[in-house]
């Protein structure tokens, strides 16, 4: 296969480059992931995309299968069918010429690889205030992309999805993801340490009242992306989100829809 | 009534946070948090000791509960838990393997 156009995307500090022999594609993804390209010199993993043209039967409806055969990660799903080779750092896609295919595939790689270093992909909005990052953690509906378009100016937005949160010498860092929701923005490639996760929960009131420990995990766990059915990966991130929540204060956060909710986050 | 040995499977990871143990099947990724007499069931749940014994000489001590309520609890929790393959459920004791597992 004949790869000459490569694109690198850094998402945590991890750049993986995508090679594929498709110039538009390249293109398309260059432009997909706007602030998280880089150059592709020194990368953590690299794919080879392989475009094939669509089929009736491709859906990405159907569930994804993750799992690891002979120290491969094999990723399945109706839309694309993925190998990755984490001792080689190399891998394959093979997918119709869309953003969405790899998409999904870029998600489940840095579960695998944040899983394996305490970290997690967690289902949140993300943003910055003052140097310290804020999590806002719930289900689709919960209020995530609507926390995320309330946040005043001086906020920097890191996600109003997908939050990428990796394990640090002194606490936990959220990154800025190009893992957009309803807002359909992506955020920006920044950074910061983890002051407060709140729960999402809509309300008649701002307020913010603690959340027991276990019951923060529980939650927590709920909202994490895991796909892999792999019983020692299951095990850390178990051991990730009980690590997280004895560090990180996880509290709920019930709000109004309007910005004042916002003078609560600091 | 046969006698009923539980044990706690190796597919599991548990752990103690703000004072309640959680644990979760590591097969299908359920998640249990355990209350104060489930915990000391599933710290007690060694394969060698009867379900009956560990109701009557652990549950019915630390806590003040009826020895018949206490029975049928335990054996609910059991079913519950070995359902998801938490707890393994035998008729027999379990063989001594030499090796202590970690509760």
Redesign the interface.
Known sequence: MITEHQVAIDIGGVPIVLRTENAEFRELLASRYTGFVKRPSDPSFTLDVELVPPSPEMSSDDDVQVGLSNGKWQLRRGDFQAQWDPLAKTGWVRQTANPYSIDSVLRILHSLVLAKEGGFLLHAAGAIRNGCAFLFSGVSGAGKTTIASLAPSGVTLLTDEISYIRKGDEGYLACGTPFAGELARVGENCSASIKSVFLLAQGAENKIDPV???EA??CL?RNIL?FAED??L??LV??SA?EF??KVPVQRLTFMPDERVWDLIR | MSEKYISRSTAIAARMLGGELMVMSSSDSTFFTLNEVATVIWQAADGQTPLSEIVSRIVCTEFDVEPQAAQADAEEFVAELSQHGILLVSDHPKPHSGKQEPA
């Open positions: 027991p420990t276990s995990a529980r766990l895991f019983r020692d299951v095990e178990f051991r009980c929540v004895e």
